[in-house]
């Protein structure tokens, strides 16, 4: 079974940076696409950023000019570098693959940001 694996995320202040790794027990460069995703208390999950595997990226309007997605190729990870955090970033981030549905969703990992 796909699994994904979240991590870095934590208590940051706003302003600050924060880098999200996403890990798989498959070939995540493989994919031909994929996602991060985030789900704040109260809200529905809704798209960040995505990434094909030709290094295409598309964001969603909150996360352009601020969120970096990269295929990091050594680390065999999919990234998501997020700079200038805003207190409503705060939420549980999650990466999958684009259209999955209800498959392979992980854990996710917590981003606060402090005012």
């Known amino acids: 079974q796909l699994q994904f694996v979240e991590s870095g995320g934590g208590l940051v202040q706003t302003g600050g940076s924060l880098r999200l790794s996403c890990a798989s027990n498959?070939?995540?460069?493989?994919?031909?696409?994929m996602a991060w995703y985030r789900q704040a208390p109260g809200k529905q999950r809704e798209l960040v950023a995505r990434i094909t595997n030709d290094g295409l990226a598309n964001y969603a309007a909150f996360s352009r000019g601020r969120f970096t997605i990269s295929r990091e190729t050594a680390k065999n990870t999919i990234d998501l570098q997020m700079n200038n955090l805003r207190p409503d970033d705060t939420a549980v981030y999650y990466c999958?693959?684009?259209?999955?549905?209800?498959?392979?969703w992980g854990r996710g990992t917590q981003i606060t940001v402090s005012s």
């Open positions: 498959g070939r995540i460069l493989s994919f031909p696409n």
């Open positions: 999958n693959i684009p259209g999955a549905g209800e498959k392979y």
